[in-house]
């Protein structure tokens, strides 16, 4: 008897299981082509959400540096503050988010 991931929500249950304890999903007529194909799917919506995110936060980046050149802030009051806090945020979180990216599709190769 051997532990496997559940192709619904990725948990661990025995290979032996005619359906999923965690989300009730039934087993008992995926076959090896199946399960590969769930988690295919799987892997292209995590990665897709992670593209999402990145793009969330390459606006974040990108609306925080042109606020504060485009509007002429005056340097030291609180909408300056605001637009270099939304543009370092925005650049740290794009940059963990690409590396999340990066590591999930290295995963699969």
């Not at 390459?58 to 543009?87: N, P, R």
């Amino acid at each position: 008897m051997a532990v496997i991931n559940c192709p619904g929500c990725s948990k661990k249950i025995s290979d032996k299981a005619k359906a999923c304890n965690h989300c009730n999903m039934d087993l008992s007529g995926l076959d090896a082509g199946k399960i590969a194909n769930l988690n295919r799917v799987d892997l292209i919506n995590k990665t897709q959400r992670l593209m999402n995110y990145s793009f969330i936060a390459m606006l974040l980046f990108c609306g925080g540096f042109l606020f504060m050149f485009w509007e002429s802030v005056e340097l030291g009051s609180w909408q300056h503050d605001l637009a270099i806090a939304s543009t370092m945020l925005g650049f740290v979180l794009y940059i963990i988010i690409r590396c999340m990216l990066l590591f999930t599709k290295h995963k699969t190769n």
